[in-house]
């Protein structure tokens, strides 16, 4: 089993930033791809962006030059960190960890509890 804790989501002012964590635990030898969703209230969950273990990274196109994703392989952590953020970047934020190698073999999806992120005056 891998569990996904996030921490980091609050109240930001436009304009302002935030940087979230998500630390994987379990008995983990490799994981593959960890990275970032979002949900709005009565939307879909959408992709943030992604990172892999050897450090490429892909963003969507509403966040590429605000958000910043990078990896801690040896703690098998995954931060995003956030910067001019805007009113529509309210959302829970989720991690995910793609491909995941553990002693019973491999996870391909797993995903955190999500942390609010509000964006607000």
């Known amino acids: 089993q891998v569990q996904l804790v996030e921490s980091g989501g609050g109240l930001v002012q436009p304009g302002g930033s935030r940087r979230l964590s998500c630390a994987a635990s379990?008995?983990?030898?490799?994981?593959?791809?960890m990275g970032w969703y979002r949900q709005a209230p009565g939307k879909e969950r959408e992709l943030v962006g992604t990172?892999?273990?050897?450090?490429?990274?892909n963003y969507a196109d509403s966040v590429k030059g605000r958000f910043t994703i990078s990896r801690d392989n040896a703690k098998n952590t995954v931060y995003l960190q956030m910067n001019s953020l805007k009113p529509e970047d309210t959302a829970v934020y989720y991690c995910?960890?793609?491909?995941?190698?553990?002693?019973?073999?491999?996870?391909?999806?797993?995903w955190g509890q999500g942390t609010q992120v509000t964006v607000s005056s």
């Open positions: 990172a892999t273990s050897v450090g490429s990274t």
């Open positions: 995910n960890a793609h491909r995941v190698l553990t002693a019973s073999g491999y996870l391909y999806d797993s």
């Open positions: 379990g008995i983990i030898f490799s994981i593959n791809t």
